[in-house]
Every structure is written in structure tokens, then in C-alpha cells.
């Protein structure tokens, strides 16, 4: 627990008004950005909300104290949320087409022979070792990614153009094994500046969740926020008194999440029948097959990256090579196959429905790797028990960090889609109670947090 404590990224950051009063810990980007002189056709709101998160993203605004989300029409209807996904389609003599969101999904199963499938993307931002990747004969940069994903969103939305204000949620500690915070808000920024948006404010994604969650309260509260996502945990505990800006006391994350327990189950169910754990014979030795092409497979950012001829020639010459000449054929057939949607909706599937019962029925079967198993609940809590130490060790950090203990926490509010694991909100049922934790609109909680911030900053402008 200790270790696991000291790999826990704390933030204890606070800025005040005017009135020397703390308020929430909040990044502010004031500078010109884009043509302010653009003319309006149709109504575009003041400020713009957004929850860029690893697996969905959600557009909102507000007015006064009430937050919207803003939908996007797919195919009739109306959607709060969607995939945090790109693709592009290849296309002769021109740049290559491209879409996000839904859409993305429903053009690249139109013919994934064609297209560059990406999710997950959001997890490259701090990374160093991401500094782009092709995509046919171009090469894109984080930013151009985010640049790309966001244009769409914004017409999948009905906006001609973006308003001047964008307030965007940050994790508190972005994923990877060892993320750069400058480097990742260095890159947003990039993007931001290319979509012509005036001012930018970043705020920590817990702290926009608890200031939708503050809407309920009616009298003085101290509230812990754990946001679960795809790519993150992350905690802020907060001070809210009515009539009173809100206090922030203490802020701690780390890049395990809802992706962290995907690849629990594609390392002990899937990779193993793609060849997982065998060998191959190099120079009259017989040596262990390279773990880090497993280990990407059962990352859905690098499995997108993982169909580059490059790796196919290693894989093939390792099939070649080795006992586990079939199992490792057929992990270079679903790579080039890019089955990596059909892969997540089968985890997503069975991770959904072991929050609703005990067991549960993975099935796979895609470019003649079929996969069928029946999981325990138990099993997969086996499979993240270590994961759930982690997050533990991160609630400790929170509350180290506000200087308090569990007592002292009046509400605990829960959010994101990983929150819904039955295994992870026990950790807080046996620290506060189940009678203090609360949960609710999971997927857009932080978007109409993110509005009701940018309303607050853009009537003290």
C-alpha cells in the first residue's frame, strides 16, 4: 500500500479571487486566438464545455445554474455522449476523409480495408514516446489528432464554429507509465489554437464533476470525487458552504482506470490464444516470445498503431520460428484484420455485464480466432485486484492531501463509466458507507460541471 501510495500523483494547487477566497484549481490560457471577427449564422453559445475523456466525449453548456448537454444527431438521434474515436478512409489524389465519434465506427466497419481506425487516443498526450503516427501518406501529431476529432464533433453538433470561451477538462495525473503534464497541456493548446477558440481555461475533471454534483446540495458539505474513466482515477475533495465559492482542498490521481481492467481480460483470456506465454527458437535457443507485442494487443491505443509493416514482418518471422506457429498467425491476422472494434464491444459487453451479475459470457470471433468463456465476477476481481490496491492508495493520497479523514468526508459522489464496477465502489462502501455514497449521470456529469465553471468565469470577464 505504501508503494502504491507513493506512485500516486497529488495535487495541492489553489488560486483565490479577489477577495483572497480559494477557488478551484483552474489553468488559464488568456491569450488571442483565431479570427474573433467571424460572422454568426447561426447561435453559438458564450462558453463551451468539454469532456475530452479517453472512451466518450460530451459537449455542454449552461445558463446561470443550469447545464445542457448538447447532442449530436446520429442517424435522427440524439446522443449525449460519444466515442472518443477518429477515423480515416483512404482516398485517391487527396487528403484522406475522415470522422469521429459514432460515425467514425460506423466508417470504418463500412470497409476497414480502407480506413485508419484510433481510439483511446487521449492516452498519447503526455507521452513522449507518441510523436506521431502515419496515417497513409500523411503523418498526424497529437494535435492534429485532437484538432481532427474536435472539427467533427463541432459539426456532428450543429455549431459552425466553436464559441470564444472553451473550458476543457484535465485529468489530474494523465495516463501513461511516465506522463509529461506540460508536454500533454502543451499539445491541447496546439489543437485549441488551430479551432480559433479566444480563451482556454483547463480544469481538473473531478473538480467539474463536483460542482455538478453541488447543485444538490442545500447546506455546507465536504465532498469526495472519484472520477473513473478510461484512461485515469481521479479524486478532489471538496469544501462547499451555500453563498460561499467552493474551497478545494485536495486533489490525487493515476492512469488506471476502465482501459487498466480492459486489458486484465484480453491479457488472461484472449492474448494467451494468440500466443501469449509460448516460445520461438533463435540460434539453437529457445527464447520466450516477445511480451510487449501482447502487451500492446491488449491496449486499445497502441493496438491501433499496431498494423505497420514493421511489426508484421517481426511477427511473421517469429511465427515462423516458433511451436506457436498458428497462434501467432492468427494474432497477425486480427491485426491486420483491424478487429480491434470488434474486440472492445466484446470487452465492453462482458465488463458491463459482470457489474450486473456474477458471471458472464465472453465470445469472440473474428478472422477465425474464436474465443468463448464463461467469466466469474470473482475471477475478474482477481484479474484487477492489484489495480484496486492502487486506487486505494490514491483515496489515502486525497485524504492526505486535504489533510482529513474519512470522517470528515459529509458526501462521497462517484462518476464516469467505471464507476459502475461493483469491486470499486466496494472500496468506498467499507471506507464511508453506503449511505454517504452517491452516483448519477456518470457519463456527463464533467461536461456540465466544465459549462456551469466556464459561466462562472466568463460573468467575472
Not at 297 to 322: D, G, Q, T, Y
Request: hydrophobic share 45%; proline share 5%.
Amino acid at each position: 500500500m505504501a508503494e502504491a501510495r507513493k506512485r500516486c500523483k497529488r495535487v495541492c494547487l489553489t488560486t483565490h479571487n479577489r477577495s483572497g477566497r480559494p477557488m478551484p484549481v483552474i489553468l488559464r490560457c488568456k491569450r488571442r486566438w483565431g479570427n474573433s471577427r467571424r460572422i454568426m449564422t447561426t447561435p453559438i453559445p458564450q462558453t463551451i464545455g468539454i469532456d475530452f475523456g479517453t472512451t466518450n466525449t460530451v459537449f455542454a453548456v449552461a445558463q446561470g445554474t443550469q447545464a445542457d448537454v448538447l447532442p449530436f444527431d446520429f442517424h435522427g438521434q440524439p446522443l449525449d455522449h460519444v466515442r472518443t474515436a477518429l477515423t480515416f478512409r483512404r482516398a485517391v489524389q487527396r487528403e484522406p476523409l475522415r470522422d469521429a465519434g459514432n460515425w467514425a465506427i460506423d466508417m470504418f466497419l463500412e470497409a476497414p480495408e480502407d480506413t485508419r481506425f484510433l481510439q483511446s487516443f487521449k492516452s498519447f498526450a503526455a507521452s513522449h514516446a507518441f510523436s506521431d503516427t502515419a496515417v497513409f501518406a500523411r503523418r498526424f501529431k497529437f494535435e492534429d489528432l485532437l484538432e481532427s476529432f474536435l472539427v467533427r464533433m463541432r459539426e456532428h453538433a450543429g455549431l459552425n464554429h466553436f464559441p470564444e470561451r472553451l473550458v476543457i477538462g484535465r485529468p489530474v495525473t494523465f495516463a501513461g507509465s511516465n506522463p509529461d503534464e506540460a508536454l500533454a497541456i502543451a499539445r491541447y493548446s496546439a489543437a485549441f489554437a488551430k479551432l480559433g477558440f479566444e480563451h482556454v481555461d483547463f480544469v481538473l475533471e473531478p473538480v467539474a464533476a463536483s460542482y455538478f454534483f453541488a447543485q444538490r446540495l442545500t447546506e455546507p458539505a465536504t465532498v469526495l470525487v472519484g472520477d473513473f474513466g478510461g484512461g485515469t482515477s481521479d479524486f478532489s475533495i471538496m469544501r462547499f458552504v451555500p453563498g460561499r465559492p467552493a474551497e478545494p482542498l485536495g486533489h490525487t490521481g493515476l492512469g488506471i482506470a476502465g482501459d487498466t481492467f480492459d486489458y486484465r481480460i484480453i491479457d488472461a483470456v484472449v492474448s494467451p490464444r494468440l500466443g501469449k506465454g509460448g516460445t520461438y527458437r533463435s540460434w539453437d535457443k529457445e527464447l520466450p516470445l516477445p511480451a510487449h507485442y501482447f502487451t500492446s494487443f491488449a491496449r486499445w491505443n497502441e493496438l491501433s498503431m499496431m498494423n505497420r509493416p514493421a511489426v508484421i514482418k517481426a511477427l511473421e518471422e517469429l511465427a515462423a520460428a516458433s511451436p506457436q506457429s498458428a497462434a501467432l498467425k492468427s494474432f497477425v491476422a486480427l491485426i491486420e484484420s483491424g478487429a480491434s472494434y470488434s474486440l472492445y464491444q466484446a470487452i465492453s459487453k462482458t465488463k458491463a455485464a459482470l457489474s450486473q451479475a456474477e458471471t458472464a459470457d465472453f465470445s469472440f470471433d473474428v478472422e477465425g480466432v474464436s474465443i468463448s468463456r464463461r467469466i466469474e465476477r470473482n475471477e475478474f476481481e482477481a484479474w484487477i485486484a492489484e489495480d484496486l490496491v492502487r486506487i486505494d492508495a490514491c483515496i489515502d493520497g486525497a485524504l492526505e492531501a486535504a489533510n482529513i479523514g474519512p470522517e470528515a468526508i459529509d458526501r462521497v459522489f462517484l462518476t464516469g463509466g467505471t464507476s459502475r464496477v461493483p469491486a470499486l465502489r466496494a472500496l468506498f462502501h467499507k471506507r464511508f458507507g453506503r449511505s454517504r455514497v452517491e452516483s448519477g449521470d456518470e457519463l456527463i456529469s464533467v461536461a456540465k460541471g466544465l459549462a456551469l465553471i466556464g459561466t462562472e468565469l466568463a460573468s467575472r470577464s
